[in-house]
């Protein structure tokens, strides 16, 4: 006898926004948010689903350079698992968290960079055994509990049935919670490791670790190491700064409202984790997701700013499909990603299901491709994120020594940017985001990175205005209600 998991429709549907108002102040606040829906292949739109996640039974937290960072991942998958629920969106329970950019110390044994302020682990998964699930296509809304950690079948219905009572008593209470008030309150080391950080254009409190010329002089850098021979792209960012001026789910609502996203998020890990951080994220780009054994991965490259004038954003439609670099940039990433699916997909599967195909958002203007494959008979979830991460849009290619040269030439830890966001499922289903349009809110900051792919036909000053481009929207959020500085 198995324990089928609880299902709950909650009607009339709430709203995500109200729901996660509710949840904020439990332990583990996780929203995996699309609010916004990008077509994909005329009838999958990838803005359909979101998710909600509370109060998990367990947390997995690695440090920085760990050996075996998946050992305990892969043990939590074996010993919880639950067949898929028909008919109901795909996150049903499951592991669901980030995985820091850094933790390529562990999978390629990259060196780190020279400061790291924040210090955020390598991996924070918390192990959800309810989940709140919206189909935004239908605008229907459930509950699912599965009763974990309990694992007999009277106990594990019992559980469910208490978890589901107690999230619907958080629902229907009149209280709002709020999230950790993340205003300014400085460490003396860390104060002293954010003053070095170098004034940049824009609001006066906003600080980038790169002055303008020092990362153009930078992105020259690596066009000599591409003509040496050492790679064909490398993805290069500068981190900016701003003191936090409200709380960090505001600042959510903020983002969301700014730049909407197919693969957004909000996770507030600091009363699980002795981090006191949330990550605020409106990623356009999918990692990976699997349903059925069938993984897809979609990389972006090539971006042009979108004005809001339709003949200017016509124009820029049309020299972005016509452009060899970033055709050339996303080309050398689709083919970077097919390598990385072989490791763990069967051969004859991985094929590129789109490539180069324009996608419009709030502020940009994105070429997408996707690649799809098959997972082997013997390979799992732990598998493929070891095959794939981080993402090869976000490093560039030839992916380890492109990832040595970021290290050496980036003055910052990434933390959760360019890593991942999403979820590890009981079923066996995934789904993991790119943290790029991403914010940290940690110690009374606001860590806002930036970054683009680097070709050898690059234009230095034109690859540091694309990363403002990118940079747009989240600086929308950070300054909304603000006066002019």
């Known amino acids: 006898m198995t324990f089928e998991p609880l299902v709950k429709e909650l009607v009339p549907a709430p709203s995500v926004d109200t729901c996660t108002a509710k949840l904020a102040s439990l332990p583990g606040c996780l929203l995996l948010d699309s609010s916004m829906k990008i077509l994909n292949g005329g009838d999958q739109p990838l803005g359909r689903y979101s998710f909600l996640m509370a109060d998990p039974f367990q947390t997995i937290q690695i440090p920085l350079g760990s050996e075996q960072p998946f050992t305990e991942i892969g043990r939590l998958l074996d010993q919880f698992t639950s067949p898929t629920i028909p008919d109901l969106p795909p996150m049903q329970g499951g592991l669901a968290g980030f995985f820091s950019y850094d933790l390529n110390q562990s999978i390629e044994k990259i060196d780190p960079v020279a400061h790291n302020e924040f210090q955020l682990p390598a991996i924070v998964l918390a192990a959800y055994d309810l989940v709140i699930a919206w189909d935004h ?43 950790n008030n993340d205003q300014p309150h400085l460490s003396e080391d860390l104060a002293l490791e954010v003053s070095n950080a170098l004034n940049v254009d824009g609001p006066t409190d906003l600080k980038s670790n790169f002055s303008k010329q020092h990362y153009i002089d930078t992105v020259q850098r690596c066009i000599d190491y591409i003509f040496a021979g050492d790679v064909f792209q490398i993805n290069l960012s500068q981190r900016l700064l701003h003191p936090s001026n409200c709380d960090s789910l505001e600042l959510y609502r903020r983002l969301k409202t700014c730049n909407p996203s197919p693969f957004g998020g909000y996770f507030d890990i600091s009363g699980i984790t002795n981090c006191p951080a949330q990550i605020i994220s409106a990623s356009p780009e999918r990692l990976c997701s699997v349903r059925d054994r069938i993984v897809e991965t979609r990389p972006i490259k090539g971006t042009r700013r979108r004005t809001g004038h339709p003949m200017v954003d016509i124009q820029a439609r049309e020299e972005l499909l016509a452009s060899e670099k970033d055709r050339a940039e996303n080309t050398m990433i689709v083919d970077l990603m097919r390598n990385d699916l072989s490791i763990v997909c069967e051969s004859d599967s991985v ?40 993402g090869g849009s976000i490093t560039g290619a030839p992916k380890v020594r492109a990832m040595e040269i970021i290290s050496e030439l980036e003055p910052c830890a990434r933390g959760a940017y360019c890593g991942s966001m999403g979820y590890l499922g009981f079923d066996g289903s995934a789904d993991l985001n790119i943290l790029i349009r991403t914010i940290t809110a940690s110690q009374g900051w606001w860590q806002i990175p930036v970054g683009g792919g680097i070709v050898s036909h690059s234009v230095p000053q034109k690859e540091y205005e694309e990363t403002w481009t990118k940079a747009a929207g989240m600086l929308r959020a950070v300054t909304m209600d603000q006066a002019p500085a």
């Not at 009277?154 to 049935?161: T, V």
């Not at 082997?376 to 070891?386: E, F, R």
């Open 351 to 390: 094929r590129v299901g789109q490539l180069c195909e324009l996608e419009e958002y709030q502020s940009v203007l994105h070429l997408v491709s996707s690649v799809e494959g098959k997972l082997k008979p013997s390979k799992n979830l732990i598998d493929l994120v070891a095959a794939i991460f981080p």
């Open 137 to 179: 296509q239908l605008n229907r809304t459930w509950m699912i509990s599965h009763g974990f950690p309990e694992t007999s079948p009277e106990d594990q219905e019992k559980r469910a049935r208490s978890r589901i009572e107690f999230f619907s008593n958080v629902l229907e209470s009149e209280e709002v919670s709020h999230s």
